[in-house]
């Protein structure tokens, strides 16, 4: 057993993909540590009050942060993104899909039919107004985040509206409306990035990231999830490994229900590191949906605050061992909105920041008062209903410990070693590796 602060792993020896070596063809530089993208109009993304993506989550863990002292730790700024451009949505979305979101959402543009053709107006995706403008709120701060890593004026930059992470090219899916996290990717590729990696840690599976460049060799897109066999979007297994000449670079890990911090940074620690070493990205793209912890509504992993944090530590360190620290850290899904989104979060920019807080650290007293009522009021949750409001800002379960996986090890009777052995076995030997050896 080893306590886990980063999960790490012993050195790998780097084969390389065809085409790969070589430093990164991007202008460089050093600049302040941190950028944080944020804008109250990314708080227009909201498809109403009873509807589980609300946006409350996202102004609690900003004040949150704030309170923290997260925002002000030394090398960290925070700025507003920007509408993106149509012709940038566009790098991953059908034009006719970005008209028609425009279309609906306009002030008069109730269009049922229309609407129904791309997946929008369902209970998941419903229309709001201004919806375009909100989605491109969104991927716009994530551009920004994008162009921040890519330029060298910061190592890091976290866009906590974004990591919308189911839309497809032509549709809506699962509370997203514009891929954010493909416009970046698509964006670093356009913009000379030679390789880019996608490390996605949501509950549910990536499928949307991994649609959008499940052909295209220059992206290494890796999803840790529950399995689909009981979730949305009913996808993301071992054997959907990418096509053409980019076989091998589509990684999924599809985890029982129930798997808990030991086993989710048991299987993190068989797939991921071994995978980036080998792809060495020029950058590493993250997406941190907080949907895993055990109070979660939507889905039936079982994670602590103190295992999402501790696998925010692990990808930062990795970032800064495959990637040159450059780092893009997007948000994603997390639907108890005031007891793990904002701690969760909090954890991700305090890291990013260089500056972790400690689990045991109590919350703001008067944050911790107030939260509660601003679900109610924003959900229009009747007072009272809500969970009782943690005291820390970890969960109180002591370090967080998994044993790693070691090569050529695993129990066939354990789920979770058999989820993590069958993706070892399918990607691995694409990528040159030994599943048995190489670790």
């Known amino acids: 057993m080893e306590t886990i602060g980063g999960v790490s792993d012993g050195p790998a020896p780097i084969a390389g993909r065809p085409g790969s070596g070589g430093e990164p063809r991007h202008p460089g530089g050093t600049g302040q540590d941190t950028l944080v993208v944020w804008d109250e109009a990314m708080l227009g993304y909201d498809f109403g009050p009873h509807h589980p993506l609300h946006p409350v989550r996202l102004a609690l863990t900003m004040d949150l942060a704030t309170r923290a002292g997260v925002l002000e730790a030394p090398g960290v700024a925070t700025a507003a993104g920007s509408l993106a451009s149509d012709q940038l ?228 360190e990795l970032a800064h061992e495959v990637a040159g620290g450059r780092w893009l850290a997007c948000g994603g899904g997390g639907y108890a909105l005031e007891t793990v989104v904002p701690r969760a979060w909090t954890h991700l920019l305090a890291i990013a920041a260089h500056a972790p807080l400690p689990v045991d650290r109590p919350l703001p007293e008067q944050w911790r008062e107030s939260a509660p009522g601003r679900v109610d009021a924003a959900t229009l949750r009747p007072p009272g209903r809500g969970v009782a409001m943690p005291a820390a800002f970890g969960d109180g379960g002591g370090p967080v410990a998994c044993h790693p996986w070691d090569a050529g090890e695993g129990d066939p009777d354990d789920p979770l070693d058999r989820a993590v052995a069958a993706t070892r076995r399918e990607v691995l030997p694409l990528n040159g590796l030994d599943p048995l050896r190489d670790r």
Do not use: K
């Not at 491109?136 to 701060?141: D, N, S, Y």
């Not at 699962?174 to 698509?186: E, H, Q, R, S, T």
């Open 89 to 316: 949505i566009e790098l991953v979305h059908d034009p006719a899909y970005v008209a028609a979101v425009r279309h609906v959402g306009a002030p008069g543009g109730a269009n049922p039919r229309l609407a129904a053709m791309f997946a929008l107006g369902t209970a998941d995706n419903p229309v709001f107004q201004r919806m375009h403008e909100a989605a491109a709120a969104v991927t716009g701060g994530t551009l920004a985040a994008a162009r921040a890593v890519w330029s060298g004026t910061h190592q890091h930059a976290v866009a906590l509206a974004g990591g919308l992470h189911h839309a497809m090219r032509a549709g809506a899916s699962g509370f997203c409306v514009y891929n954010d996290p493909a416009v970046a990717i698509a964006w670093l590729l356009s913009a000379g990035a030679r390789r880019v990696a996608y490390v996605d840690i949501d509950v549910h599976h990536g499928d949307g990231v991994q649609a959008a460049f499940y052909d295209d060799p220059r992206v290494l897109t890796i999803s840790l999830h529950q399995t689909g066999r009981s979730l949305f979007p009913g996808t993301g297994f071992p054997d959907e490994v990418g096509t053409g000449d980019a076989e091998g670079t589509a990684v999924n890990v599809a985890l029982p229900p129930g798997t808990d911090d030991a086993g989710w940074l048991r299987a993190f620690s068989g797939v991921v590191p071994v995978l980036l070493r080998q792809f060495r990205p020029d950058v590493l793209v993250t997406q941190h949906g907080c949907d895993t912890h055990r109070l979660d509504p939507l889905a039936d992993l079982r994670l602590t605050i103190d295992g999402q944090r501790a696998s925010y530590l692990a990808l930062h």
